[in-house]
């Protein structure tokens, strides 16, 4: 008979409702916490448990799942005096799914050990899409016992599961992934334009190349929306901002000049200074079409 786990869930946002689903469906008592209580009623009435803080979800959990925005988020929801840290029970799992810094997964790691608790750092990629299907890309870092012990909660909202590594070795891999869709988007947008440039219907000519060699999930799942103007976010741009952020500053520390991030960066930064920030990143394209 399979396991039933008591599962906390802090940050029941875009994706993290999805995942909530998916461990619910599962008949894994789940009890929540999110900012704004009015955006988990859905949740509640299939029959997760509302809690008034982090740490009451803690205080019942025998795993922790965090999906916030922020870095600072991510230590407000763990440290604060309304946090996990201080009112989990020992040998609690916490797995912090949001993309984050790399030193501070290190850092939540050996603090969870001071508390004689394990901690993960297992940022996903999918977006909205790949958290309703059940078919989100987990990459992990944390000792893998832990992992391992836990590998059917993650099988339930992902499909490519991979260890990564020691702490920290998750998000180092989200930043990778990152990376790369930072200099796809700027290629869908690019693809985009020079089709309409040369008279072509762009809805053929993604029938045509996301199926070849170019072939990229940004091709099939984002430039679909561009090319609708349906800007909707599965991913808000401020946050993927976040992301390539991080990723700079980790790349100058090892003394790498990425200049496809940069110029995604760039152009990402210079629409969310146009009011944009809450779109999708898809919004990119509204950089190229004048």
Request: proline share 3%; glycine share 10%.
């Amino acid at each position: 008979m399979e396991k039933k786990w008591k599962v906390g869930f802090v940050g029941t946002g875009v994706m993290g409702k999805s995942i909530v689903k998916h461990l619910l469906t599962a008949g894994h008592e789940v009890s929540i916490y999110t900012r704004t209580k009015s955006k988990a009623l859905e949740l509640i009435e299939m029959g997760a448990v509302w809690k008034d803080t982090p740490g009451e979800v803690a205080a019942c959990s025998s795993v922790v799942f965090t999906m916030v925005g922020y870095p600072q988020d991510v230590k407000e929801v763990y440290y604060g005096e309304q946090g996990i840290y201080q009112h989990g029970d020992q040998n609690l799992i916490v797995v912090d799914l949001t993309t984050s810094t790399p030193t501070l997964a290190i850092e939540l790691y050996e603090k969870a050990k001071e508390y004689q608790m394990n901690s993960l750092d297992a940022p996903v990629s999918g977006g909205d899409i790949g958290a309703q299907t059940g078919k989100l890309s987990i990459m992990v870092g944390g000792d893998e016992d832990v992992f391992n012990s836990i590998l059917p909660l993650f099988e339930l909202f992902g499909e490519h599961i991979v260890y990564q590594g020691e702490a920290g070795a998750g998000q180092h891999t989200k930043m990778c992934n990152q990376i790369a869709i930072a200099s796809s988007m700027i290629a869908a947008c690019e693809a985009l334009s020079y089709a309409k440039g040369a008279n072509l219907n762009p809805e053929n000519v993604l029938k045509s190349i996301t199926k070849g060699a170019a072939g990229s999930w940004s091709l099939t799942n984002l430039a679909p929306r561009m090319l609708k103007e349906d800007y909707e976010a599965g991913f808000y741009m401020k946050h993927f901002i976040k992301d390539m952020g991080i990723a700079l500053d980790e790349a100058k520390r090892m003394n790498l000049s990425l200049p496809g991030l940069e110029l995604a960066y760039e152009t990402y930064q210079e629409l969310a200074n146009q009011g944009l920030e809450n779109e999708g990143t898809q919004a990119l394209y509204k950089a190229y079409v004048k």
